[in-house]
Structures are given as C-alpha cells and as structure tokens.
C-alpha cells in the first residue's frame, strides 16, 4: 500500500464520482490501483447493484481494471460521456434517467438500440462511442431460466409498454417474433403507435394467426382480464413496485394460476404483484435475473470473452 501511495497510486475508490470530478480531472481515474476504467452513469445511482458484480467479474477474470459509480444530472450527460476517453474508459453503462439521451450521443449505435430508443451499454472505441443494450436480451435470458422456456413462444402481455424498459422490452419480443403481443400503458398514445411500428414483426403467412398479433390496449381490469385468460406471461416493466408502499400493479384478481409473471422490479426482492402473483399460484420472478444478465451482455461486449455468470450472481446475491 505504502508502495502504490509512494508511486502516485490511490488505492481507495470513492462510493460515487460526480460529474465534476470526472470532467475536471479525468486524469485521476487512471491512478487508482487497478485504474477505475467502467462505471455504472445515473441519477440517482447510489442504489446500482452493477458495481458489486461487475468487480467480482473483473478480479474473477483477473482483469486490471474497476467499475464505479457516475452521479450525473441531465444537464451534464453528453459533456460526460464525451470525457469516456480522456479518462481512459473501456466503456459504461447508463441507467435512469439518461439512457435515451445516451443513444442521442453516442457516434454508433447497433440496430436493437436504435429501435429500442435507448441504450444501456456503451463501448470506447478510440475517440468514438459505440451503443449497445442489453436489457432485452438479458430478459430473454433470465426468462428462459426462470421458467424454461423461450419468450419467442409465448403469449406476452406486458405491462408499463411506452416506458424506456417498456419499450426496449417490446422491441425485443418483436424481434424474437413472440407468438402475441398486448401492449399495455397508463399513457396509451405512447403504444399506439409503437404497435403499429412493431406490427411489420408479426406479419408473415407461416406465422399469422386468428388473432391479431400485436395489440395495444388500456391499461384497465376489463381490457386486461380479456388478455390474460389467452396470455403465458405477464410482464411489468412500470416502476410500480419500486417503492414498498406502491399499489399493486394490477388488481390481484386478475391473476391465475395458469399464469407465469415476470417483474422487472428487484428492489427489495419482491412485490406486491409477485406477492399476489404467488398467491394465486403463479410461477414468478423478480427482476434480479435480468439486471444480472444485462449486466453480463455488457461484459461480453466489453471484453469479447464469456462473462463469470456465477461469479457475478454469487456477487449479486452476496449484495441483497
Ligand atoms: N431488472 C432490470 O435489469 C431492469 C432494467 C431496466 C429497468 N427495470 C425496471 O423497469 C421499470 C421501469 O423503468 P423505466 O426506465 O422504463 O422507467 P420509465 O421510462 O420512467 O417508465 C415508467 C413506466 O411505468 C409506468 N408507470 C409509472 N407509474 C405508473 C402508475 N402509477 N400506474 C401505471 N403505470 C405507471 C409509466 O407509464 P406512463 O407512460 O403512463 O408514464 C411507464 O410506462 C423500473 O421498475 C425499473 O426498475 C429493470
């Protein structure tokens, strides 16, 4: 230790950088032992579970680089990002509220996150910034191990549609061309026309079917007790269930045993809608699955090598 501070080295890393530490001296990131190269970019971003298990995945690995946390208001965002090479960044993640501004300011962007309206991933690539996300694919993944099967086979009703997660949810579900899709939103203009943009995903002749494909309706218990009884899986990607004191997201009596539901929510574990959901004898899961999945996407991405998936979940649970 004495050794490191003598050659210039820090060696404790702060809990959050803010925005002006970063942009004035980004110099400074590179000096710590093992260089501060990744961070989690937010507002808030205290509450981030994606630095405890991507330096597990790092030391795992044996890479000589650490993962921090990024406090970034709005108006400070794209002058952040483009200080990513100054500081020597491999790379980012972005999470609320910045994640639509990130793909607005980024130089490249891959074909998911530009449907997506959003990215979550970001690699420096010399003086450029290229975009990915993985929240989709993540969810792919955490739902076929959750439940075993493949989210492009079932009947999907998701809930919270025109949201940032909504929507890059949606997107993904239209490129796995899931067997149905039934949009639902508080604010329904904002799937209206994300239906119509998705429909061309769902037509084909092997694939169409008596009803239609894509739908968007209200978020009311009517328009959703008709979907449920023809639907596999339930998913919320609303905020509600973020705080303990949240109403459900949908009436209780809506759900059945026949249902599988996915809650993109993890703080705390659970819901009341997983609560309700396992009541009523549904098998069901919280978000945990695809925060850690997306988060070894971005490794993936990163570092164009497998990611310590145990190593990271064993980090993760550890964290709870
Ligand atoms: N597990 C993971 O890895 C992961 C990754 C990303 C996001 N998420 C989760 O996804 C959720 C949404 O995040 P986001 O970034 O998409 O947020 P966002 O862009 O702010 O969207 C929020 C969504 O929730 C809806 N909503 C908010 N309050 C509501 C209410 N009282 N009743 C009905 N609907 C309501 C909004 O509807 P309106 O359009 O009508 O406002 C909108 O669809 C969060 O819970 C977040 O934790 C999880």
Not at 40 to 54: K, L, N, T, W
Not at 56 to 61: D, E, N, Y
Not at 63 to 82: D, M, N, S
Not at 184 to 187: D, E, F, G
């Given at each position: ?5 003598s050659l210039g ?8 950088f803010s925005?002006?530490?970063f942009?004035?001296n ?8 093992p260089?501060?190269?990744?961070a ?15 330096n ?6 044996g ?20 200080t ?14 910045h ?10 962007a ?25 929240d989709?694919?993540?969810?792919v993944?955490?739902i076929r ?13 998701l809930?919270g549609?025109?949201?940032?997660a ?12 899931c067997?149905?899709?039934?949009l639902?939103?508080?604010?329904f203009e ?37 979907e449920?009884?023809?639907?596999d899986?339930?998913?919320?990607a609303?905020s509600l ?11 209780p ?9 996915y ?25 945990l699955?695809?925060?850690?999945h ?24 550890s964290?709870?």
């Open positions: 230790m004495d050794r490191l501070l080295m820090q060696t404790s890393v702060p809990e959050i925005a002006e530490d942009i004035s980004p110099g400074r990131f590179a000096g710590f032992e260089p501060v190269r990744l989690v970019i937010g507002d808030p971003v205290a509450h981030s579970r994606s630095p405890g298990f991507h597990a995945a790092l030391r795992f690995c890479i000589r680089a650490q993962y921090g946390r990024l406090h970034v208001p709005t108006e400070r965002f794209a002058e952040v990002l483009h990513l090479p100054a500081a020597g960044f491999l790379g980012a993640n972005v999470t609320i509220p994640k639509a501004a990130a793909l607005a300011s980024v130089d490249e891959d074909a998911y996150a530009r449907a997506s309206g959003s990215v979550n991933t970001i690699v420096v690539n010399g003086e450029k910034l290229m975009g990915f996300n993985t989709g694919p993540g969810l993944r955490a191990e959750e439940f075993s099967v493949d989210l492009r086979d079932l009947r999907v009703v809930l549609a025109g949201g940032g909504g929507r890059a949810i949606a997107v993904q579900c239209a490129m796995e061309r067997e149905r899709l039934v639902v939103n508080r604010t904002k799937i209206h026309l994300l239906a119509e943009e998705l429909a061309p995903f769902f037509q084909s002749e092997r694939l169409s079917g008596p009803a239609e494909r894509i739908v968007a309706v209200p978020f009311d218990d009517d328009a959703l007790r008709r449920l009884e023809n639907a899986i339930l998913i919320n609303t269930g973020m705080k303990r004191t949240d109403p459900p997201a949908i009436s009596a809506l759900l059945t045993a026949n249902l599988l539901v809650d993109t929510v993890y703080a705390g574990g659970t819901s009341r809608l997983l609560e309700d959901a396992a009541a009523a004898g549904a098998r069901c899961a919280n978000g699955g695809m925060l850690l997306q988060g070894a996407l971005s490794f993936e991405i990163w570092f164009n090598r497998a990611a310590p998936l145990e190593e990271m979940r064993r980090a993760l649970h964290g709870l």
